[in-house]
């Protein structure tokens, strides 16, 4: 019992973790992700043609779906831990990150400059659903492992 409550405790976290990110007011959250572009940028520019702002989009789209392939990971082993057969466990976990990125989004509609996106809910869903796809291969990959070392001695 005390491991299924430690295994949600991750999700939960990196819910939060989210979530203190999206409460940021556009200012903040935009002078964040502007310093660290630019540095990016001022290392990449003599060598990559592309331009500051592409760059920053692309920036902050691949954090969105870096941050919701994260949690989507974390759903499913806490699902997982509590007893759930792998397969529901993914659509469980997906169905629970793309409600979170929904809510998400939302949330954005009341933080001064910011607004919710569908497109970023989207982009999240992809994120979770990467991550989801990529878990189920690694344990399908495991199971067929584990089952052809026990029938093969």
């Known amino acids: 019992m005390k491991k299924q409550s430690l295994a949600w405790l991750w999700p939960v976290l990196w819910m939060i973790f989210?979530?203190?990110?999206s409460h940021q007011p556009a200012g903040v959250s935009g002078g964040i992700s502007s310093e660290i572009v630019r540095q990016v940028f001022e290392a990449i520019a003599s060598f990559v043609p592309v331009e500051f702002d592409t760059l920053h989009t692309l920036f902050r789209k691949s954090a969105h779906f870096f941050a919701y392939?994260?949690?989507?990971?974390?759903?499913?082993?806490?699902?997982g831990k509590s007893g759930m057969a792998v397969q529901r466990a993914v659509f469980v976990a997906f169905a629970l990150s793309a409600l979170?990125?929904?809510?998400?989004?939302?949330?954005q509609l009341f933080i001064p400059g910011r607004?919710?996106?569908?497109?970023?809910?989207?982009?999240?869903?992809?994120?979770?659903?990467?991550?989801?796809?990529?878990?189920?291969?690694?344990?399908?990959?495991?199971?067929?492992?584990?089952?052809?070392?026990?029938?093969?001695?």
């Open 18 to 21: 989210i979530f203190g990110l």
């Open 69 to 79: 392939l994260v949690l989507g990971l974390l759903f499913v082993r806490a699902l």
């Open 100 to 107: 979170y990125a929904a809510s998400d989004e939302f949330h």
């Open 115 to 153: 607004s919710g996106e569908v497109r970023d809910v989207l982009i999240d869903s992809a994120g979770a659903a990467t991550g989801l796809v990529l878990y189920w291969l690694f344990a399908k990959f495991k199971w067929q492992h584990e089952k052809k070392a026990e029938t093969s001695w």
